[in-house]
């Protein structure tokens, strides 16, 4: 167990799920995971794409730019991650005087193994024009090269601030920069990278779903190839489908995103059937990385205050600039 005395006494944010699960419907373990929670003072953040048992005692639920907005504004001392290495990177580089741990070490991502840093660097060498959008799916190290960070939510937004003198580079999905220089129309040189996970859809698995359930819209998330994009009613963000869905009058909806996004949109809209969209392989699709977390791990985790992320001062310096860029653009009306 954690020695208590290193821990430094700290507000906390009072932050609440956005659909709270009573008490008398959690697990044990999942009850002893609040109760460390509060002794710690710790916030534990999770993604969409999270395991139902952890978004469910997490204080925050949601998508890369809530993640970070909420990480930035914490006032814990300790930052519980339940997402993937490159986020709770992210959070430190935020908070580089408090404690980031995660619930697995090896939780990583197609997108961060697909740019390592030294490739990038030696393309940016190749002209000095460029100006770099890195999607917040990559590593410490690929942000500290980076001009500006993004996210799915707000890419467009980014991208469209970005200066127009400049020759713009964007890593290292090219899914989510061909669908941004769709809605953009500013050509941009995009970093041969893919999220494994959605371009598991084809054009063929979703006509037949589409087929069988003709009266119900797809969502879809951007990371998409564009063979289903052109297929989706909505193309958007994960925290943005939870908002198409709560509107949409369809009483079922297809959704093209990692399978974890259906428990929260379940408890958002309860009165609605959501439908996965499924590969040609199986009939939902899962991230095999986000799966790594698991309700025992994350108890681990904050019991130890194990693995953390630790990062050298030069990466945190040079990262946090794009990041917070970021978020002031982000912030902008």
Known sequence: MIDLTEIQPRGVDRFETRRPVPPAKLDALSKEILALKKKLNAVILAHNYQVPEI??????????????????????YIIVFCWVHFMAETAKILNPGKIVVLP????????????????????????????????INCSAEVKALSDVICT????????????????????????????????TGRPMTLWRGNCYV???????????????????????????????????DEVCSTEKMVGYCRQSPAQAIIIATE???????K???????????????????????????????????????????????????????????????????
């Open 55 to 76: 978004q469910d005692v997490a204080d925050f639920v949601g998508d890369s730019l809530g993640l970070s907005q909420q990480a930035a504004r914490t006032s814990a």
């Open 104 to 135: 697995d070490k090896d939780a990583g991502c197609s997108l961060e193994e697909s740019c390592p840093a030294p490739k990038l660097k030696a393309l940016q060498d190749t002209s000095p024009n460029f100006w770099t959008i890195a999607y």
């Open 152 to 183: 799915s939510g707000n890419a467009v937004k980014i991208v469209n601030a970005a200066p127009k003198d400049r020759d713009l580079l964007f890593v290292p999905d090219e899914n989510l920069g061909a669908w941004v220089m769709e809605k």
């Open 198 to 232: 959605h371009v598991e859809w084809t054009h063929a698995s979703i006509v037949r779903i589409r087929s069988q359930h003709p009266g119900a819209p797809l969502v879809a998330h951007p990371e998409c190839t564009r063979a289903v994009r052109m297929l989706a």
């Open 259 to 265: 399978a974890g996004m259906l428990h929260r949109l």
């Open 267 to 333: 408890k958002e809209c309860p009165d609605k059937e959501f439908i996965p969209a499924p590969t040609d392989n199986c009939r939902c699709n899962e991230c095999r990385f986000m799966k790594l977390n698991t309700l025992e791990k994350l108890y681990d985790c904050m019991a130890n205050l194990a693995p953390r992320v630790e990062l050298s001062e030069a990466t945190l310096e040079r990262a946090r600039l794009p990041i917070e860029r970021m978020l002031e653009i982000s912030a902008r009306p």
